[in-house]
């Protein structure tokens, strides 16, 4: 494959800074695409692969979520600063500084997903479609799929998550080995993980504000201010074609995707059979296939 063309640059957002990097062409014919990463608080690392969709003749623009990455750190901010509107304000500050508010797409993973139906149903100018990946609708959907899976587990995996969490010993070995195991098998089942899934691991260990602050010290275990979060009553105002993707094994449950596919008008739903939380990693070629084909029909 041709080698794409690559820049980085930071845009002023306030007092603060958003790193950014586009693949690709920022002046190609076909609209951009910006990719919204999840946590909230993990980086673009780990969804680098979405840069494979510049290939077919759009940019791909990756940016790190103020707080995380390579964007402003603000390790003492507290919950009333990092809001879902905080996070609106600066997607469509990036929109704006790169100059594409003509047109352009939205693909959110993960919380990325919750962040970009949240900025679909404000309707934003500019705005061709949606692609919501590996997201729940609501945090209480995602907590009690949470516990349902949970029950599932091997008995040794559950006692371990259970006293910990009890006890509030969190960084115990026992712990943390449970953790793991739920993430090989929920989150990523390429195992080992590729380098750019253990540096998205690594770097909320070293930025882990805004991840502890909205959602708490790991993917199960949800105890920060997103603990009440719904989206659901507002998604009938999403109006752009919108793909909804998740896997088979993925700890966004269908349970937890179902709403966006009842209540987003004329929404299309494919699960990655082989896939869990990162099918862009897990089923990498049918997932760029997929999605390319979806922005295609979209633009």
């Known amino acids: 494959m041709t080698k794409l063309s690559s820049m980085e640059g930071r845009a002023k957002f ?22 919204l990463h999840g946590g909230p608080g993990a980086a673009h690392n780990y969804v680098d692969a979405y840069k494979l969709l510049a290939a077919e003749g759009r940019a791909v623009i990756h940016y790190d979520q103020l707080g995380c990455g390579n964007s402003t750190l ?13 996070f609106i304000d600066e997607l469509n500050n990036l929109v704006d500084h790169l100059g ?49 899976m ?3 587990m091997p008995q040794h995996i559950q ?37 750019e899934v253990t540096e998205t691991f690594d770097q909320v260990t070293r930025n882990p504000t805004v991840y502890h602050v909205m959602n708490g010290p790991n993917e199960f275990h949800v105890v920060g201010t997103l ?11 999403i109006t752009v074609p919108t793909y909804i ?9 269908p349970a937890c ?9 004329g929404s299309t739903w494919h699960i990655f059979e082989n896939s869990s939380h990162m099918p862009h990693v897990e089923e990498q070629h049918d997932c760029m296939k997929r999605v390319g084909a979806f922005l295609n029909a979209s633009d």
């Open 257 to 265: 995707v179902q709403p966006f596919a009842d209540h987003i008008k």
């Open 245 to 253: 993707i998740s896997g088979r094994h993925d700890e966004a449950t």
């Open 14 to 35: 306030g007092e603060y800074e958003t790193w950014y990097r586009v693949t690709g062409d920022i002046d190609a014919k076909k609209p951009p695409l910006f990719i």
């Open 100 to 148: 594409q508010r003509g047109k352009f797409h939205v693909l959110g993973q993960s919380w990325g997903g919750m962040l970009g139906a949240e900025y679909g149903v404000t309707r934003p100018a500019g705005l061709k479609s949606l692609t919501i990946a590996n997201s729940p609708a609501s945090m209480a959907l995602w907590m009690s799929e949470a516990a349902r």
């Open 227 to 237: 603990k009440n979060w719904s989206v659901i009553d507002r998604l009938h105002n």
């Open 159 to 195: 006692d371990a998550l259970n006293k910990h969490e009890a006890s509030n010993t969190l960084n115990d070995p026992e712990y943390q080995n449970a953790t793991m195991w739920v993430y090989e098998h929920h989150v990523c089942r390429v195992v080992p993980f590729p380098p």
């Open 150 to 152: 949970r029950k599932l």
């Open 74 to 86: 603000l390790p003492d901010k507290g919950g009333d600063f990092w809001t879902v509107q905080l």
